[in-house]
């Protein structure tokens, strides 16, 4: 089986030349000229020493760049996914309708160098939660001070066009419920626009979680679902994923991680016990607590915990 992988790997990424275990082939994601991506089939990891591009599933390769041939040919030998789950996420999909929104109207940026005194109280409580000035002009926050969201601080979701496609809207005060949102489509990728693509991708419950994270796509209270517009984005990429879920939500963690691992994507997992939520965490103690993640494999015992019912 490792020769027959192997010269699919050749059908895909071109002629190579072997290093000791290795394989070293010219790199699909940066192109560089040089034969910089070391390919070992035994293990089914890949690692570009030029562009850092890496990962623990060559049949990500044969999928994102090899013919129907290839991919078809991999599939007899990869024990991952039946191949015809793929192709929804690989195929040319029809352009879905583009989600858009109206930011409320009585909205009031927060980025102004001379606060009122009613954007004093929003910018008080963003300064309890342990968001900086820097956060604030980053993920554009306001207020409401009037209308049907008064009393609350606006984070608006910008797709990767730049338009707006939703919006959270939490209370500072006392105006009840928490969160009032519009009654729009949760199934985005909030603020596509920030995020990076080529960079280790954090999943979280909430946006103020996203905030403290950094890369970080909140799942605004649902789930991942494999029709999702984030799961499909997310496979495409190929890279790395963080899961920074409360503590209480072990169950979802369970449920995503069995379905990002069944499409060959490399899962880690933060460890969230002993505080409520991501965003009760500094900066520095949440990557101080992902660089420290443990890898969920299907042979170490934190798989088998996940897979547990």
Not at 159 to 170: D, H, P, V
Not at 253 to 270: M, P
Not at 282 to 298: D, G, P
């Amino acid at each position: 089986m490792r020769a027959e992988k192997l010269k699919i790997i050749k059908n895909v990424l071109g002629r190579g030349y072997q290093s000791g275990d290795e394989h070293l082939f010219g790199c699909p994601f940066c192109g560089h000229h040089k034969k910089k991506m070391s390919v070992n089939v035994d293990k089914s990891v890949f690692k570009c020493w030029i562009c850092d591009k890496s990962g623990r599933d060559l049949g990500y390769i044969v999928r994102k760049f090899g013919t129907r041939e290839d991919r078809d040919e991999w599939s007899k030998y990869d024990d991952r996914v039946e191949i015809t789950d793929f192709d929804f996420l690989f195929a040319e999909p029809e352009a879905p309708s583009e989600q858009r929104v109206d930011l409320p109207e009585q909205l009031v940026s927060l980025t102004g160098k001379t606060p009122s005194v009613a954007s004093q109280i929003a910018l008080n409580y963003l300064s309890k939660r342990g968001i900086t000035r820097d956060d604030i002009l980053k993920w554009k926050i306001g207020y409401c001070s009037g209308g049907e969201y008064a009393g609350r601080v606006v984070v608006p979701s910008f797709n990767e066009n730049g338009y707006a496609n939703y919006f959270i809207a939490r209370s500072y005060g006392q105006a009840w419920p928490r969160y009032k949102n519009p009654p729009a489509s949760r199934d985005i990728i909030f603020n596509e626009l920030y995020v990076n693509w080529d960079e280790d991708i954090i999943i979280v419950e909430g946006v103020f979680d996203a905030i403290k994270a950094g890369n970080a796509i909140p799942l605004l209270g649902s789930t991942l679902r494999e029709n999702s517009a984030l799961f499909q984005a997310i496979v495409k990429s190929g890279n790395r994923v963080f899961l920074a879920l409360d503590e209480d939500a072990s169950k979802k963690a369970r449920s995503i991680a069995r379905l990002l691992l069944k499409y060959g994507v490399e899962v880690h997992e933060v460890d969230t016990s002993g505080i409520e939520d991501v965003g009760d965490m500094s900066k520095n103690e949440f990557q101080s607590r992902k660089n420290n993640a443990a890898i969920v494999q299907k042979d170490n015992y934190l798989l088998q915990r996940l897979s547990a019912v």
